[in-house]
């Protein structure tokens, strides 16, 4: 068939198949960049075999055994790669490129041909080609080749705000359509991770997609307010309820209305303003504080915490009746260290960002300070990168972040005689990690997948890095 797929299965290639640009609110722009690819060769085993690799890689294509409908099928599709067969019957690859260039300048081509020739890659690069590849395909060569291609376009796209889902991890792909479906609905969700990892960014999302956007997003950080000042701040409270009550005080839920509440680490909410809040999600009602008359407000509650709640629920320290009401709709945000391909693509979503803040004019960063940020674990996730980008872009002196951008912790981890034995004493953290879970979970790995808030198919890949059996 042509194709050659690494003999040991285990290539790492980091790609950009699906990139979600999400805005903070409805002023700004949402942008869904969904990459299609159009293979166009005379072999249907080269086109389908190529197309079930490409689609496992996160891309959307479809294919065209007859080179004679290429311009129709583009006048009812969009494309933005085509990978092109030069050697077909009925018209030449060649002539063909020549002429999708003419009439669609921005749809990229790669050319491919078992039969290449120095004339071939002359008039092929002449017209436009990206590349020219040889059969039998190295397929991580053109893995490379179509990431390249989707990075420069991702680069050159527009952003408008730094607080926005940029991702090309599969994960976080699922998490943003699920939230699309889900935003459509009251039912409450409650939003799982550490720390930095864009829980509220989610909520937010949730919020601009519903039905409830032209109302208040109303947000509260439970672990910022004092137990005892907490319930005044949701519930509100009456004049007299109190020695500081000199007038009646209206409370976010009663301000909600029509709205969507979003409880920040609700994992730190007392167990006694718990019981409150869940008699408000079972009767859609409550009183102020000092009040006796009811009242009705009809929001929806989005709930986040950096704690695992089921296990909080086992520790007795949040109630069980109250997560299950929470979780009609769970979502779990995976950390940065979970999606290290979508690293330099925040990062390039940053500097963006932070060139029109300090009007300064980055255009790159370096190979050496790349590799540094790539090597890092980021315990404060993407709010910590963000920072570290931020800092970059103020003392670059030019237009490219070099390594001396970085702070000194980011740079010792490249610099160091030390990176491999840092390397391993960060596998043997993992290592120890999932081999806790694993026992938490009497070996059931979808379990300690769940436990570590990672994808199955991600502890696989995990396990099978460290050895793990």
């Not at 797929?5 to 609110?25: E, K, T």
């Not at 998490?175 to 039912?187: E, G, H, L, M, N």
């Not at 009550?245 to 730190?268: N, Q």
């Not at 940065?336 to 390039?348: A, F, K, Y």
Request: hydrophobic share 40%; charged share 25%; with cysteine.
């Amino acid at each position: 068939m042509g194709i050659h797929l690494p003999g040991n299965g285990n290539l790492r290639v980091n790609f950009y198949p699906h990139i979600f640009l999400d805005g903070l609110c409805p002023a700004y722009n949402t942008i869904v960049m969904i990459f299609r690819i159009l293979i166009v060769d005379d072999e249907p085993e080269v086109c389908s075999s190529l197309c079930e690799i490409l689609a496992e890689n996160g891309y959307d294509t479809d294919y065209l055994t007859n080179p004679t409908l290429v311009f129709a099928y583009l006048q009812e599709n969009r494309i933005d790669l085509i990978l092109l067969d030069i050697r077909m019957p009925g018209i030449g690859g060649i002539d063909l490129l020549e002429q999708i260039r003419g009439n669609h300048p921005d749809t990229g081509i790669i050319v491919i041909s078992g039969f290449a020739t120095v004339e071939h890659a002359v008039k092929a690069m002449k017209y436009g080609a990206i590349n020219l590849l040889t059969k039998p395909l190295k397929i991580s060569t053109l893995l490379i080749e179509i990431q390249q291609f989707f990075s420069s376009r991702i680069i050159r796209s527009k952003v408008s705000d730094e607080n926005s889902i940029v991702t090309a991890d599969p994960a976080v792909n699922s998490i943003v359509s699920q939230v699309k479906v889900a935003a459509s609905t009251p039912a409450p969700v409650l939003i799982q991770g550490e720390s930095g990892t864009g829980k509220e960014l989610i909520a937010e999302m949730l919020h601009r997609h519903s039905k409830r956007a032209a109302n208040p997003l109303t947000k509260i950080n439970c672990a910022a307010i004092p137990e005892h000042l907490l319930e005044s701040e949701l519930f509100g409270y009456e004049k007299g309820a109190f020695t500081d009550a000199k007038e009646k005080k209206t409370g976010l839920l009663e301000y909600a209305d029509k709205g969507t509440v979003f409880l920040d680490e609700i994992g730190d909410m007392s167990i006694h303003t718990q019981a409150k809040m869940l008699r408000v999600l079972q009767d859609k009602q409550f009183t102020r504080v000092g009040g006796i008359h009811p009242i009705q407000s009809d929001f929806r509650i989005i709930a986040a915490t950096n704690k695992n709640l089921k296990e909080e629920v086992a520790r007795g320290n949040f109630r069980k009746d109250l997560y299950y009401r929470l979780t009609v709709v769970e979502i779990n945000m995976p950390p940065l260290r979970e999606r290290s391909g979508d690293i330099l693509l925040l990062v390039n979503h940053f500097i963006k960002y932070f060139n029109s803040v300090y009007e300064k004019n980055i255009l790159n960063i370096g190979p050496r300070a790349q590799k540094a940020l790539e090597q890092h674990i980021w315990p404060g996730n993407i709010r910590e990168l963000k920072n570290v980008v931020e800092r970059a872009v103020i003392f670059s002196p030019g237009n490219t972040i070099d390594l001396s951008c970085l702070p000194e912790q980011y740079r010792s981890i490249f610099s160091s005689p030390e990176t491999e034995e840092f390397s391993n004493r960060y596998d043997s953290v993992s290592r120890e990690i999932i081999m806790d879970a694993l026992s938490r979970s009497n070996g059931v790995r979808q379990e300690a997948a769940r436990l570590l808030h990672i994808s199955r198919k991600t502890l696989y890949n995990r396990m099978r890095r460290l050895n793990i059996q």
